[in-house]
């Protein structure tokens, strides 16, 4: 069994991300902003600016995925 953990970084995982690639070696494999949800919620629900912030994004560091 595989454990994949899922971490939240308040706004800033862009940054985290980089800092991953660069401090780690880590590939980023997937990558959505919240402007590209499928199922968006309903008008209001997302404070401005939110739009190019990234909801979700995986990463692989040598054999280990985050």
């Known amino acids: 069994m595989a454990v ?23 590939e980023v494999t997937m990558l959505m902003r919240f402007k590209e949800n499928p199922d968006p919620p309903p008008p209001g629900q997302i404070p401005p600016g939110l739009d190019e912030k990234v909801m979700h994004a ?3 560091i ?3 995925e985050l």
């Open 4 to 26: 994949q953990p899922y971490l939240f970084f308040n706004g800033n995982c862009e940054e985290a991300l980089e800092f991953y690639k660069k401090a780690l070696g880590a």
């Open 58 to 60: 995986s990463l692989r």
């Open 62 to 64: 040598g054999d280990a």
